[in-house]
């Protein structure tokens, strides 16, 4: 296998769409200073309600926008008052009687599942990630934990298809074999049509599932995954989304979901399916989280047990790597400055 670029690498990531804060945090008029991916950008909700994600510093002599205020659908500089609307256009400047042409980074934004999100290239070439099954229904949403794992996001993300780890780490005795299906460049989905399940408890009730148990992953730009789990009866689906940190650690947003039934009954059922979709996952995320906090992941012995996972790792290096690049300029200017403060103190010492 050939050493991956953009798998595990701590410093790209794909371009794609990518959760921001929940959508709850960010009331009308109100702006926030968010890093993601290494950049630093603000967040602001217009009168209109509609949420604008722009780079952080102003174009004029960059003060930080998050100091500003929002002012109808457009944002105001604290400095010297420039104001921008939610494209990045300059609308305003005070002191001349029309705006040049400067513009403010903004990019496309969306709200879906209670989340933010953000595409981080120029037009979004594809969907929000969804659950395959769920495509066309309309949903309901629980926002469960948020788990930062001392591990890059695309090895969290191998966890579901690693079969071999389900008996040691889960007690699980599912020979699992994944059927891939490339939904487009950036999206794949992995199915499980075996139903190899030798647990005592599951070959008792055999015969009451069929050939309907279903286990489906599908992953979205090398970052976010959705899992689908169930039988006839009951499907549960689950969205882990996730974005890198700074060295490499992964931030997962997990994200539980079910088809919407309507009517009180309905709404009752909702709430239960969510409720029971996210006890499962926390017994199977507390399992995993002794594995993820603590390895160096050096895929140096694949075996064909380890296939699909193969499959993923070619997937995500054939998608669009970015690199917003600010974690090493940080770093850099934090060193910077830290010799210069010094340097200026060594000077005032020596007069
Ligand atoms: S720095 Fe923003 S208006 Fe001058
Ligand atoms: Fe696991």
Redesign the pocket.
Known sequence: MRKPKIFNNPERFVEGWYWVMPSHNLQIGEVKAVTLLGRNLVVYRGQNKRVVICDAYCPHMGAHLAEGQVEGNEIRCFFHHWKFDDQGICTDIPCLAKPIPVKLKAWPTAEKYKMIWIWTGENPQQPIPFVPELEFQECESLLGSRIITNCHPNVVMI??I?TQ??YP??QLQLDAVFEETELHQNAITFTNYDRGNKNPLFLKFQHLFKRNIIYQICYWYGSTFTLTVGTDFLHFHIMLALHLLEGGKCETQLIFLTKKRQGMIGWILNRLVLCLTSLFVHY?VK??AKVLQTIRFDFKTPIKADQSIMQLINHVERQKPLMWGTWQLARSRDVESHENRNKWRDDLTND
């Open positions: 966890n579901p690693d780890h389900f780490v889960h199977f399992d995993d």
